[in-house]
T-cell receptor, first 111, second 114 residues
């Protein structure tokens, strides 16, 4: 089955700085890579996603890049704000719509 | 439009007891999922159902059973609960988009097994 690895497990940045979270996957059949944000005690919610036919996608301060050859994808958050503090999960999905998640990154933005 | 609804939100069981977690979605999605979330382990897939009448094992199916009762409902049963099953359980449904899917999660069910 798919194996998704995520780094780092914790990340602290100063407000206004950028944050980068990286993930790798093992199954070359995976074709969809979403990122979820989970605030304390809440459900995971989709913040951005990328499909395998696209190399980069941006939505305001958030961007995701995908390198299919190397099987890795990354989340970039620019101009971080305290409300960006949360746990972020990457995931990989195959055409059978089985979603496999990374172990999460706890991001703290220091005011 | 409630999205994905799970019950109960909290449950405490004794070792050996059984219980069923209920999940329902009103978005007309074909696929549904059960995940467990443990500290440092992320979200691990227990079972999923690609469509009504089908179920498949995920990464950690041992100790669990599921039923896809109809298109809306997907339940998770613990026949004989063990302390290792203490976790937060999330149900999700998947919207199919361009041969892939987008997951929508319920609020979670916090289960403690003593």
């Amino acid at each position: 089955g798919e194996n998704v690895e995520q780094h780092p497990s914790t990340l602290s940045v100063q407000e206004g700085d950028s944050a980068v979270i990286k993930c790798t996957y093992s199954d070359s059949a995976s074709n969809y890579f979403p990122w979820y944000k989970q605030e304390l005690g809440k459900r995971p919610q989709l913040i951005i996603d990328i499909r395998s036919n696209v190399g980069e996608k941006k939505d305001q301060r958030i961007a995701v890049t995908l390198n299919k050859t190397a099987k890795h994808f990354s989340l970039h958050i620019t101009e971080t704000q305290p409300e960006d503090s949360a746990v972020y999960f990457c995931a990989a999905s195959n055409p059978g719509n089985q979603f496999y998640f990374g172990t999460g990154t706890s991001l703290t933005v220091i005011p | 439009n409630a999205g994905v609804t799970q019950t109960p939100k909290f449950q405490v069981l004794k070792t050996g007891q059984s219980m069923t977690l209920q999940c329902a979605q009103d978005m007309n999605h074909n696929s549904m999922y059960w995940y467990r979330q443990d500290p440092g382990m992320g979200l691990r897939l227990i079972y999923y159902s690609a469509s009504e009448g089908t179920t498949d094992k995920g990464e950690v199916p041992n100790g669990y059973n599921v039923s896809r009762l109809n298109k809306r409902e997907f339940s998770l049963r613990l026949e004989s609960a063990a302390p290792s099953q203490t976790s937060v359980y999330f149900c999700a449904s998947g919207r199919e988009v361009e041969n892939t899917g987008e997951l929508f999660f319920g609020e979670g069910s916090r289960l403690t097994v003593l």
